[in-house]
Nanobody, 122 residues
Framework: QLVECGGGLVQAGGFLRLSCAASGRTFRGSAMAWFRQSPGKEREFLAAITYNGGRTNYADSVKGRFTISRDNAKNTVLLQMSSLKPEDTAIYYC?????????????????WGQGTQVTVSS
């Protein structure tokens, strides 16, 4: 089970940190990722991290602004978002794979959270 928190309303240029708490014994062996979905758009890959945090991967749209990290001792994954833009407004989802390394496709991720709303005002 994955539970996201940390969303909210922020002004453009601001900062938010999303957290995803995972339950279950498989977390430490699983790649994790963040996706988002805006109204009328398909769900979009944002960032992924390998099981041990050794490698990360970002979508071009967030590279340099968003940072994914994980704390396996606490079974959590974070997404730190800075320089937020109105176009970052979306529901943000945490996702977990059944493999130690995973890519950018939704089909690679088996576990999904319910999402947390992020709204960036101009």
């Amino acid at each position: 089970q994955l539970v996201e928190c940390g969303g909210g309303l922020v002004q453009a240029g601001g900062f938010l940190r999303l957290s995803c708490a995972a339950s279950g014994r498989t977390f430490r062996g699983s790649a994790m990722a963040w996706f988002r979905q805006s109204p009328g758009k398909e769900r979009e890959f944002l960032a992924a991290i390998t099981y041990n945090g050794g490698r990360t991967n970002y979508a071009d749209s967030v590279k340099g602004r968003f940072t994914i990290s994980r704390d396996n001792a606490k079974n959590t994954v974070l997404l730190q978002m800075s320089s937020l833009k109105p176009e970052d407004t979306a529901i943000y989802y945490c996702a977990g794979a059944r493999t130690a390394i995973a890519g950018t496709r939704q089909a690679e991720y088996y576990y999904w959270g319910q999402g947390t709303q992020v709204t960036v005002s101009s």
